[in-house]
């Protein structure tokens, strides 16, 4: 078995982060998408990230990506 330590503060965490990642895909929640761009350490105001996401689904090449996060607003 893994160190406790090792579970609770590296294996859970990641874990979560995946299922978070997971339903936001699954539910097509525009507001769970922007959770987890806010979680990233180099985004630091939520105008930044809109900004972010707006910009990357407005890119021709992730127009698959904004027909699936369709309540987000381009």
Same mark, same amino acid.
């Given at each position: 078995?893994?160190?406790?330590?090792?579970?609770?503060?590296?294996?859970?965490?990641?874990?979560?982060?995946?299922?978070?990642?997971?339903?936001?895909?699954?539910?097509?929640?525009?507001?769970?998408?922007?959770?987890?761009?806010?979680? /990233?350490?180099?985004?630091?105001?939520?105008?930044?990230?809109?900004?972010?996401?707006?910009?990357?689904?407005?890119?021709?090449?992730?127009?698959?990506?904004?027909? /699936?996060?369709?309540?987000?607003?381009?």
């Amino acid at each position: 078995a893994l160190p406790r330590k090792l579970v609770l503060e590296a294996l859970y965490p990641r874990w979560l982060m995946m299922e978070h990642l997971l339903e936001t895909y699954l539910q097509g929640d525009r507001s769970m998408l922007l959770w987890n761009v806010l979680q /990233h350490h180099h985004i630091a105001s939520l105008e930044v990230a809109e900004t972010l996401l707006t910009d990357w689904l407005r890119m021709p090449e992730n127009t698959a990506a904004r027909h /699936h996060y369709k309540a987000w607003t381009v």
